[in-house]
């Protein structure tokens, strides 16, 4: 009973330190926070709607910890607006968390280094050599073509007698994403005709590896938050990042060393030109500073974040049309008025067809694929809603709980895309904002509007949508760090008879 007593004694004065401390260095707001786990007793999975709720009772700008780590969350466009302008620069480092360091090289891959010289030209190479408008349009025909080919498998696999034949998209859309970036980064496929069974075993590893990345890199890792388990022993959670990063180094080492074979059989006028032909130029030129690790970390960076988000939009944006048939009508009508039945859309149409960027963009708004941003981190303090806050604290941007917040978009739960016609963007007040914003926003923007838009188009045009049953798709979240779907989605299609014609010409 004494011992209770102590306890409680203790406890009272904690919090009442806590109090004071909190209120003379002007923190922003804090629910009640424990002694040593801080607010980690709050957090249940999905991450990004319990620190919605969390927000919503106790407001957009918020002061917690978790564990021994400051963390600052903001949950509204003003609050976000202020962190990745005012405070951009304060803000562009990565926190030291142990995917950083596994993942990332030891916190040298573009996204996880810090802001620095080091970080300026990773991002200076991706932008001028990947993801400028010239490569771009360079690879414009690899994205066509793999469309086309994904149109062409979901044709034969329809009924003969012009029925409708369930598929299973997440599959498709996957296999899609990846095809597209294996080319523009490998010149290589591991879906489809032709391909052959060493491709296949890579296409099985690579699909681990990404399911596996994202998995762990979106669980809380308890290592991080209190690092006194691992100065008394506890390792465990370090052990699974550490396999993995052997799995993907494995991998992309292959890859770099098949690449390094062809350009000593071939000169570059006999071969097309690949983003790892492009590296390993550079890596010529400088090698001290272009080693295989750096061209390693870029090419996980952009296989990763380029294949699983992208075909997760695509699932959510097939799912929402499909739960609101007379939204796809529309698309469907646009479509035919602007581009026809007697060619296929291309990446050129996209700019005519406003309604069906809508549907994107809102199904952005609902389902982002980064529901809370890559965590940023203050190099020193700084001022957030007239709230001091100290150096070294960890930012978490909510853009799931902005992009539903009622109180900045009318109806959130329900799919409206005329409400994203015209919309400015980041521009529009950071109300939203699915590929991030400042310095660390995505620079692979443009690459994913271009896939997305022409596929989900090209699916839109082509074939006939319908559900598998009479209930609506389950639109359940699953847990990782890009908002999948719990359950894969599966539908039904059959070829439009009105692009019979055109499709068997193909």
């Known amino acids: 009973m004494e011992i209770y007593s102590y306890f409680l004694i203790f406890l009272s004065l904690f919090l009442l330190t806590k109090h004071v401390l909190h209120k003379s260095k002007n923190l922003p707001p804090s629910p009640l926070s424990l002694p040593f786990l801080g607010h980690l007793y709050l957090l249940k999975k999905p991450l990004h709607r319990t ?22 969350l903001v949950s509204s466009p003003s609050a976000a607006e202020e962190c990745f302008t005012k405070n951009d620069i304060v803000f562009a480092n990565r926190p030291r968390l142990l995917a950083g360091k596994h993942l990332g090289y030891n916190f040298t891959s573009l996204a996880w280094a810090p802001y620095g010289d080091h970080w300026r030209n990773l991002r200076r190479i991706t932008a001028l050599e990947i993801f400028s408008s ?12 793999e469309v086309r080919s994904m149109i062409q498998r979901l044709v034969r696999g329809c009924s003969s007698d012009g029925g409708f034949k369930m598929v299973e998209m997440k599959s498709v859309f996957f296999e899609l994403t990846l095809n597209i970036m294996m080319r523009m980064i490998a010149g290589k496929r591991y879906y489809g005709e032709n391909v052959g069974e060493s491709e296949s075993e890579g296409a099985r590893k690579f699909r681990e590896i990404v399911t596996e990345t994202f998995h762990l890199g ?50 570059d006028g006999e071969r097309k030109k690949t983003m790892i032909d492009v590296l390993l130029s550079l890596q010529e030129t400088e090698p001290e500073y272009y080693t295989d690790q750096i061209i390693r970390g870029i090419m996980l960076v952009l296989l990763s974040a380029g294949t699983d988000t992208s075909s997760g939009t695509m699932e959510w944006a097939l799912s929402l049309l499909l739960n609101n048939p007379e939204v796809l009508e529309k698309a469907q009508d646009e479509i035919d008025l602007r581009v026809g ?10 700019a005519v067809l406003p309604y069906l960027h809508s549907i994107i963009n809102e199904t952005l708004r609902m389902y982002p694929a980064g529901p809370l941003l890559v965590p940023h981190e203050s190099s020193e303090g700084c001022i957030v809603g007239g709230f001091n806050v100290p150096r070294g604290t960890m930012l978490l941007a909510n853009m799931w709980a902005i992009h539903n917040d009622p109180k900045v978009w009318a109806e959130p739960k329900k799919f409206k895309p005329e ?14 904002m699915p590929f991030g914003s400042g310095r660390r926003g995505c620079p692979g923007e443009g690459l994913a509007e271009r896939v997305v838009g022409l596929a989900l188009g090209s699916l839109i045009q082509c074939f006939e949508w319908q559900r598998v049953g009479e209930e609506l798709v389950d639109m359940t979240e699953g847990t990782g760090l890009t908002l999948p779907k719990a359950h894969p989605l599966e539908a039904k299609c059959r070829l439009r008879p009105t692009m019979v014609n055109l499709i068997s010409q193909l």
Do not use: C, Y
């Open 51 to 72: 620190l919605a709720t969390i927000s919503a009772q106790h407001g957009p700008i918020l002061f917690l910890r978790f564990g021994s780590r400051p963390v600052l």
């Open 218 to 267: 979106g669980a809380t890792n308890i290592g991080d938050f209190l690092p006194v388990l691992k100065w008394v022993g506890f390792k465990g959670m370090e052990k699974p990042l550490m396999r993995l990063q052997e799995k993907r180094d494995g991998f992309m080492q292959e890859l770099i060393e098949e690449h390094r074979r062809m350009r000593s059989k071939f000169s």
């Open 419 to 432: 409400r994203l016609e015209g919309l400015e963007g980041r521009r529009d007040g950071f109300k939203f």
């Open 134 to 145: 010239n490569r771009l349009q360079m690879f414009s025909g690899i994205r066509s073509d």
């Open 341 to 350: 039945q007697e060619r296929l859309l291309d990446e050129s149409n996209m």
